[in-house]
């Protein structure tokens, strides 16, 4: 009894000799503030910084006093706590959403064979270019799905994938899974995109999908910002620097192809700013801004569309975007 | 017999073709001309929406020099620079759409009539390439590329493909039945080309006929050689191995073995291209398969619409499947809109109890695949690697190597797509590389 206690007690003090040695003469270096920039970054090691996961690049960003904000998936308070830590002030780049730009779900749009392959957009596209009709549209299998490391992708009962705004970091790995490129990173400023990269004419277009863009322009005539190029043989694309989310063109697309971010977007007079010259009253084209001259004007929420008219005309730039 | 390592006997259902004489299809009203029908670099029109063109006249320039021109297959009118369907990738690509005239007048100075061994090595190159000559077994490789070997690599081997160990196909079997002479001319052309006095023609044994004919007629310095009927016997790297015991090192090519093969379709192209400067128009296809009504072997030309092909062969008697190719490495269309291109050797027909459309399930690691595999891989290994897309591991298991013959498919009790999984693992694997 004695000496087996002896035994396994001892046994168990040399190993933990070994250890404690080890543990100070083998111990990495490793500089604190390291340890304290993991713990701000994402750890979905997605790799879309372009190092070999999070670890990787919070020791590069400790270490190198160059090194900048490469990952594009932290979020703004990750950002100013990861600045505190290191000392200095990092910019991140403009956050950033990815968007489905494909609306053609099942019901709307025709299949050229059946397939009953792995179940993987990028299997099904070796195939003959895929079992859809459209050969740009979405192909459904859910690869994007797979591949999101925030499970921000969820495939809906429709058969298309949905981007769940909320829990989207902008990091691009769908972007480059979907063998159809129809997943596009926008502005998280709450802009809008069209929702399919078809370049077949209406014409080749309508046998095969009911919602895809017609190419018809209008949505491009009524841009107040010149900020949608359309032409024959391609949807209409949104320049997003352009792009002032006024929302026209939702309401003018015929088929409702283009979508929008669910955020809200509307603008804020800044009180101290304003002088009352009215003329953001003038432009309102939602009369959304009501006010007395030389008085600060006031943004009825409810009605502003967000479309930025009256940031461009105010002379003493006193309106600001919000996203509330 | 003379063979290789592992591979599989599939039926061969020959018989519904083999021994229908070529036909010659007739001219029709229209063609679509792909602008790309070849491996490699792109091609660009050259004609316009208006142009008449002659018979052999050339339709597109090669960009690069992997790459080869097409020509136009009768006189006419271009009609329009469309799209259509590609029968290998399934998109829509450019083609260019000739109203036929009905007049069949040859371009200028076409036919020539030349000997193709009074001219030198740089002219005879000249001429296969002008004729836009690509492998005609199927892969559609530029002939000239092939025929062009890097300085270092010596050849001493030249092969001509006459396998045909596809099942169900039998157009190679026929012209080497019917035309004996252009491919046996073809032949001595491309060993003039690389410099050999000898080469090999590899026939399978289910083809005693075109053996007998071809032994006959061969001059000495060619060899005629049967083979063991065992697909896929009429692989490059198999055929190489059965005939001179060589193995082509992982990751190479024919070359570096001092190898070349060509397919025997290729060496009659060859010397049509060399003798009489014909650019490679038309082409031997077997239609065939128990969703045809009448079996045939034609001579099609390049451009021809599928439908009028199918129309010409009784029509479709029930059909699940229409296949570009063999049934072991063809490729499945799923619209009859799409026209003959300089590499479909055969237009296969199959009925529902034909195939076997159904769904996979798990591995279950019997072996069979590894024992069918001619690379002497390990396909359930990168079978299982493909569900994951696990492409970097994949790579560690020579996933380069395969060569996509499909045995592995046909032997699995699974029903598993392992060549899909490959393909898909060899595009993933690429798409990683080329992000680098």
């Given amino acids: 009894m004695i000496s087996s206690i002896l035994l396994l007690g001892g046994i168990g003090f040399l190993a933990a000799l070994v250890l404690g040695i080890s543990a100070v003469t083998f111990a990495v270096k490793m500089d604190p503030r390291e340890q304290e920039v993991l713990d701000q970054l994402p750890g979905a090691n997605c790799g879309a910084c372009g190092y070999a996961g999070c670890a990787a690049f919070a020791h590069e960003i400790t270490v190198n006093p160059e090194a900048e904000m490469a990952c594009p998936a932290v979020n703004e308070k990750a950002l100013e706590a990861i600045s505190a830590v290191l000392g200095r002030s990092l910019g991140g780049s403009a956050p950033l959403i990815a968007c489905i730009r494909c609306k053609g779900a099942p019901a709307e749009t025709t299949n050229r064979y059946g397939y009953i392959g792995p179940k993987d957009c990028r299997a099904a596209q070796i195939v003959a270019g895929g079992p859809k009709g459209c050969q740009y549209g979405c192909l459904g299998l859910g690869t994007c799905e797979e591949v999101c490391p925030f499970e921000a992708i969820i495939m809906g009962e429709d058969g298309l994938p949905r981007v769940i705004e909320s829990l989207c970091t902008g990091c691009g790995k769908c972007v480059s899974a979907c063998p159809r490129g129809i997943i596009q990173l926008i502005p998280r400023t709450g802009n809008y995109w069209v929702g399919c990269v078809s370049k077949d004419t209406a014409k080749e277009m309508k046998p095969l999908c009911k919602v895809g863009c017609i190419k018809c322009g209008i949505c491009g005539d009524v841009c107040p910002f010149d900020a949608i190029t359309v032409s024959k043989t391609a949807s209409a694309e949104i320049d997003q620097d352009k792009c002032q989310r006024c929302g026209l063109c939702v309401s003018a697309c015929p088929t409702g192809v283009i979508s929008a971010l669910s955020v809200p977007r509307k603008v804020h007079i800044i009180a101290e700013k304003c002088k009352g010259c009215s003329i953001c009253e003038q432009v309102c084209p939602a009369e959304a801004i009501s006010g007395k001259v030389k008085e600060p004007y006031l943004v009825n929420e409810g009605k502003c569309i967000g479309c930025g008219l009256c940031i461009e005309k105010c002379p003493s730039d006193a309106i600001e975007r919000i996203i509330s | ?154 050849i001493d081997t030249f092969i001509v493909n006459g396998a045909e160990c ?271």
């Fill in chain 2, 166 to 436: 596809e099942p169900y196909l039998s157009s190679d079997h026929r012209l080497m039945l019917e035309q004996p002479e252009r491919v046996l001319k073809g032949t001595g052309v491309i060993m003039k080309v690389l410099g050999l006095d000898r080469a090999t023609i590899a026939i399978e044994a289910n083809k005693p006929d075109a053996l007998r004919l071809m032994r006959e007629k061969a001059p000495a310095e060619i060899r005629v050689e049967a083979l063991k009927v065992k697909y896929p016997q009429g692989a490059e790297k198999q055929l190489i191995n059965a005939l001179t015991g060589r193995e082509v090192p992982s990751g190479g090519l024919p070359m570096d073995v001092g190898a070349v093969v060509q397919n025997a379709g290729t060496c009659a192209a060859v010397w049509d291209a060399c003798a009489r400067g014909i650019p490679l128009i038309e082409r031997i296809t077997s239609v065939t398969g128990r969703g045809i009504m009448q079996p045939k072997n034609i001579r099609v030309r390049v451009g021809t619409p599928l439908r009028e092909v199918i129309d010409f062969c009784g029509g479709l008697n029930s059909v699940a499947k229409i296949i570009f190719g063999g049934p072991m490495m063809g490729i499945a269309q799923f619209t009859q809109d799409i026209a003959i291109m300089k590499g479909t050797s055969g237009v296969l027909v199959l009925r529902e109890e034909d195939t076997n459309i159904t769904a996979y399930s798990a591995c279950i690691s019997c072996g069979r695949c590894v024992e069918a595999c001619p690379m002497g891989l390990i396909p359930s290994v990168l079978s299982k690697l493909g569900e994951k897309g696990m492409h970097q591991k994949a790579v560690e298991n020579n996933l380069l190597d395969c060569v996509e013959c499909g045995s592995c498919t046909y032997v699995c009790p699974a029903n598993r797509p392992i060549v899909h999984f490959v393909k898909h693992l060899k595009a993933l694997s690429r798409a990683a590389g080329a992000k680098k």
């Fill in chain 2, 1 to 154: 017999m003379k063979t290789f390592k592992g591979g599989i006997h599939p039926p061969e259902e020959k018989q519904l073709v083999k021994d229908n004489p070529i036909v010659d299809f007739p001219l029709s009203s229209r063609y679509h001309v792909l602008v790309q029908q070849h491996l490699g670099a792109p091609a660009k029109p050259v004609v316009k929406a208006g142009d008449e063109v002659k018979k052999g006249q050339v339709l597109s320039e090669p960009l690069g020099f992997v790459s080869v021109p097409v020509h136009a297959p009768t006189s006419g009118r271009v009609r329009e620079i469309g799209r259509i369907v590609h029968p290998v990738t399934g998109l829509l690509a450019p083609c260019i759409v000739i109203d036929a005239d009905g007049r069949e007048e040859w371009a200028h100075g076409l036919p020539l009539e030349r000997d193709p061994f009074a001219m030198s090595r740089e002219e005879l190159m000249d001429a296969i390439k002008a004729a836009g000559v690509v492998g005609m077994g199927g892969a559609t490789f530029p002939t000239h590329v092939k025929l062009s070997p890097p300085k270092d690599k010596t």
